[in-house]
Each structure stands twice: as C-alpha cells, then as structure tokens.
C-alpha cells in the first residue's frame, strides 16, 4: 500500500475514529485503526465492538492496500509532524505489515496489523433515514445527558431514549431522581422507531457532530443505531429491553406556576451548591409567595438566604430540591424566562417548555419545623 | 469587624493569599484565610507553615477586628457572587466568629475562627532588598524549575539556588542528570547572598509575580527568604545545608560547536520522544557531521529518522541523550539559533550563551555497533 495525503486531512479522519478506538484492550486490533485503500478510496475505521465509527479520508491511493496501526502512536506521529496544515505526508506498508510514514526529512517505522484481522462494522440496511441537523441533535443530546445514571445496576438508565414519531423527536433520560426530555420537529413524516442508545456512544457522536445546519441521517435496526454525515458513519449497538414508560411520570396538572428569569434564578440556586458536600442530603427549601421566591439552605457548612422576584399563578408553597438537579437543568435550558409547575411539596416539578422541552425534579423531604 | 469591598478586589486577594493556604490540614487554622483590620488596613494572609503570603485588601473598615475563615469556603462564595466586578459585597463577624457576607439579595452565613489563633508570618529584617524586574524573576523561574527533582530523597535537588554576587542574580536547579542555569543582570551592586529556595514556593510565586517590568523586592535571611512586590510578601522558608558545587561540573572546554535552528531541532527530537516510553532507556543518537545533524531512535515501539541542517565547527561526534531532557532545555529558551557545546560520547552537552542560560545534559551510553 502506497498512499499520500496532506497532513491536515489525515489528521482529522484520525481524530474522528480514534473516538471509537478501544483505550486499552486485551486485543491488540481494538486498540488500531484500519486504514483501507482497497476499493478507490481511503477509508478509516475505529471500532471498540460496542461503537464503530467509519470516515473517508482525502488522499492518493499510488498503491491499493490495507493494514490496521495502534492508534495511540499513529495519532502522535502525525499530530507531531510540521505545523503547516497542507504538508504532505506519505504511507506505506509492505506484504510483512511493516509500516512507513514520511514528512520532509524525517521517517518514521512502525509494526501495523494485517487489515484483514481487523473487525469491520456490520453492514445495515441504510433504507428509512430519518434527517435532523447536525447542531439540533448535537444540542438535543448535550441538553439531556446529564441526567443519564453514571451507575449500571440498571442499564437502561445509562442509554438515552430516542423515539421518533410521525414528525417528531423525542429524546429521554432519566436516573431515578429527574428526567429530562427534548423535543425537535422533524422535516417530514416517518414511521414509529424507538430505540435505547448508550449515552457513552451519544456523548462521542455528539463530540464530531458539527455545529451547523447540515443533516445527519439516523438509521434505527434492531440491534445497532446509525448516525451518517460528513463522509462519516458513526454505529452504536443498541441497549436490550423496553425503556420505562415515561409519560405515566408526567403530569400536566399543577396547583400553582411560577415564571422567574433563568439567569437570577440559577446563579442563586448555583451559589447555594457552595454548602451542599457530597453526601450532604439537606436540601435547598423554596418558599414561594406571590412575588418573592426565598431560597434557603443550612447545612453544617453555612447558611445561605437569598431572594428573587418572580411571577406566580396558584397557591403559595415551601418544597425542598437537591439544588445540583435545578442548576442542571436551568443550565441546560436557552429561554431567559422559565415556567416552573408545582403542586405539593411531595410531588415532583416540571420546568417545560411544550415545544422543546420538559424537566422533571422529585423533590426532597424535609422538616418544615427545622428551617 | 464590619467591611466592605468592591466585589473584584476581594476575590483577588483571596485567590493571591489562598496559594500559601494549606489544602488539608490536621490544623483546621491552616486552611483559613486571615482577615485582619485591626490596623488601619485590610490584610489578608494565608500561611502553611513553609510559605505564607500577605496581601493588602482594598476596602472600607467600618469596624475595626479580625477573623479567620476557611480559605476554600470563602473563595467560593466569593467567586459565585455576581459578576459585576463591582458589586458591593459587605464582610461582617461578631465575638463569637460568626461571619456574614451579603451581597445585593443574598445572605451566607458561615463559622470563622478568632483571628489570633492564627500564624502571623515572621518579622524579618528588611534592610538589604535585592531589586528585580517582576517578569525578569518570573521568567528565570519557570525556564529553570523543570530540572528540580520531584523525589524529596535528597532535599537540596527540590529547591532552587539563589546567587547574588555583585551586580548578577545566579539561579540553578539540578537532578542528577542536568543543571539548568540562567543569569540576570541587576540594577546596582549588592552584598553576596545565597539560598536554597523550595521548588513549591517558587513555583506559587511565579503564578502571582505580574509579566511586567515592576520590581519585586528579595530578602535573604538564614531561615527565609521574602519576596515583596505590589501590596503584596511572599515569605518562603528556605532548605538548610550548602548547595552542590556547580561550578565544578561546568567546562569551558569543548571539541565541537555547532549552530541549530531551535525550532527545528526541538521539534524534531520531540518527535522522537512519542517511541520513549516511560521505564525505556532507549536513547536518541545524534550523529554529528560537517553540515547535517541525524537523529535516530529504535525503540519497541519504532525506529525514526530525521536529519537538520546546522553549522558545525570542531570534529564528527556520535552521541546519545534522553530526548525529554533536550526537548526540556529547548523549551525554555527564547533565542531562534542555539549553540551546542560538545566533546566525546561520555561527557556532557552545553547549550549556553553567556549573557542568560546554560543547560548541562549528561549522555546516555549506548553500542556504536547497534544503530
């Protein structure tokens, strides 16, 4: 295999697939790249088994070929060559996997992998493609996946639920305490399809999905999920089961509504976190009068009282949150102004938004005789 | 004690004086900040024992008094504020040490300690300053503190060394593979001085020593040594005993010189350094001829080759180094051409020049036979 490429190209067709290599693994291929010059262009590949991720690189094929390289040292080598953006850099390989990189006056040889060992991705039928743009999908997923569980005694709540019906996307995560859900409008009509996607997958796509207008069009099958843009397909497995049934966790009922400006609201909320320690279960207590909501929090570290103003419909109410899980979701949200549903103090709140949004908190207990 | 601030000038004296602040401590007063205006000014002082800094606080003192608060706890607070540079932010505590900060609707409340309880740093005689530039001394700092050894088995390796003599400020730092020395010019004529300053001290220094040509005050006492420079002292202890004799390990004496694009050779032999791993006694050969330097490597993991131009005067010289000890001497100095000292496989490089910097790498032997 001959090839020759400029520098800038062959770095970032490596920077995408190294997304989905194998940090470190008992087999040595999981840790490569294949790069595969067999069929008239240059492909790339990454796959970790559980996460493929496949791009075409621009470059010269002088001579066919294939080979898998580690893909730590690969990346280090060319991340090391001239800065200049288009040098060009030349990659060879001869019948005994021996592999040669070259850039102006230095060379570089290193031992690759016969390309033929290395596991390619499975091949799907790429027939009902569903299209969303790029920078929709790439907020829609960092918009919930904080509220994904770092804990997989339950894996269904380490996945994201992506279910697609008629014209619409919606997106769910939850992990026993909150759950949060995005909507985006599809350009079109399409068939039910739900899907599990493990959120390990979705936060590596969502690091080389671009930030601009253009479609990625997303295959559901049974047990893989694609997501194809820009020369590159990003391939997940699937997690196995049924998600939890959301919509009986909802509720669209509430005694009182309160819209306060985004931006007050968190940082108060964000300063009270200063005396909340890990284990800390004391929780922040909201007092909400007509106009004011009083903010409180005590705990063996300090006390914090705060105040902002705020519009309320309904009845008063004290209820107490863990503050982390208002200021992410307050964090995640663009409106300057939110809406806040509430109705007792044992039953959870809603931050919603009916076309983009709905983030459900639980509240926490506590002793209305102690605060 | 009753003050207030402009929100800016309080977080920056707490994040200047919480450099010298104990992170844990069995002593809970070594991980406070001390707030004292009881003398007509704001000082604020955090003090680990080793190291303390003092820093002047711009504020009003409605009432005078003094407390300690926990250094982390208060920076929090502080920086979670708004973020209006100037907000007002009002600091008060009562007998019993509870402290209140307020600041437009929020109210924290958190338990100090009884200011005398803290450690004041030493009084020390300021009679002889040594006069430097602020980004001179910064400078010298950080292009010598990389050859400190982090492994405490010899105590002297882990500290600088301060020379004045005359006009010139001296600073070396050695660990048993390379010295790394620079020099500075100073303004005036000053009595010799020496010390052995703690790498840790300096290296907390240099984060608060501004970049530009202000002068910072040096004091050298037996024990300490005071660095004193806007409103602001540094106090470091010093480590005992007398430092190694440098001078006896630098030769003027050479068989060849030669002349090198810095930014070529650097970037070259950084390369090199991705086939050292970390335990891998494999060195880069230099070889040296008329006009061409050649780099080589054969690691486990690979084999380079690369070559630059250079000017040489003197006799051929095959060589070998720890790539990471030339990558690091290179580094850290500014000219575009460096001159490189030699004589015979087993005795040490010199990249010097005469007015700032001299860098002394030992080679690392290897069999001619094998590369």
Same mark, same amino acid.
């Given at each position: 295999m001959k090839l020759e490429f400029k520098k800038n190209d062959l770095n970032t067709a490596i920077s995408i697939v190294m997304? #989905? !290599? #194998?940090?470190?693994? /008992? =087999? @040595?291929v999981l840790e490569c790249i294949l790069i595969d010059a067999t069929d008239g262009k240059i492909t790339m590949t990454g796959n970790d088994m559980e996460f493929g991720i496949e791009t075409v690189c621009d470059g010269v094929i002088l001579e066919p070929g294939k080979i898998a390289l580690e893909a730590k040292l690969l990346s280090e080598i060319v991340r090391k060559? /001239?800065? &200049? *953006? $288009?040098t060009d850099v030349s990659l060879q390989s001869d019948d005994y996997n021996n592999a040669v990189i070259s850039c102006e006056n230095s060379v570089f040889k290193i031992m690759g992998i016969d390309g033929n060992e290395f596991s390619m991705l499975p091949q799907l039928d790429k027939s009902h493609p569903i299209a969303i743009s790029q920078i929709t999908l790439k907020n829609i997923i960092s918009k919930t996946i904080?509220? %994904?569980? #770092? +804990? &997989? !005694? +339950?894996?269904? =709540?380490t996945g994201e639920y992506f279910e697609v019906d008629g014209g619409r996307l919606t997106v769910t995560s939850l992990d026993g305490h909150r759950i949060s859900i995005r909507y985006a409008e599809l350009n079109g009509n399409y068939q039910a399809q739900k899907a599990i996607v493990p959120g390990k997958s979705l936060s590596e796509l969502s690091k080389i999905l671009?930030? $601009?207008m253009d479609d990625v069009l997303l295959y559901f099958s049974q047990n893989h999920m694609i997501f194809e843009f820009n020369n590159t397909i990003v391939l997940t497995r699937l997690i196995d089961g049924d998600y939890f049934q959301v919509s009986k966790m909802l509720? &669209? $009922?509430?005694e009182l509504k309160i819209l306060a400006d985004r931006r007050k609201l968190l940082e108060n909320i964000e300063r009270s @976190? %200063?005396? !909340? *320690? &890990? +284990? $800390?279960?004391?929780p922040l207590i909201l007092n909400i009068t007509d106009e004011v909501l009083e903010m409180r929090i005590n705990t063996e570290i300090g006390r914090m009282d705060a105040k902002i103003p705020i519009r309320k419909t309904g009845k008063d109410l004290m209820i107490g949150f863990n503050p982390r899980f208002l200021v992410d979701a307050l964090k995640n949200i663009d409106d300057e102004e939110v809406s806040i549903y509430m109705s007792i103090p044992r039953s959870p709140c809603f931050i919603r938004n009916e076309n983009n949004y709905n983030y459900m908190i639980l509240p926490v207990n506590f002793n209305p005789n102690s605060v």
């Open positions: 997304k #989905a !290599v #194998a940090v470190k693994s /008992p =087999m @040595t060559l /001239p800065e &200049d *953006r $288009d904080f509220s %994904i569980s #770092a +804990n &997989d !005694v +339950n894996k269904k =709540m671009s930030g $601009d509720s &669209d $009922d509430y @976190t %200063i005396f !909340v *320690r &890990d +284990n $800390d279960k004391q």
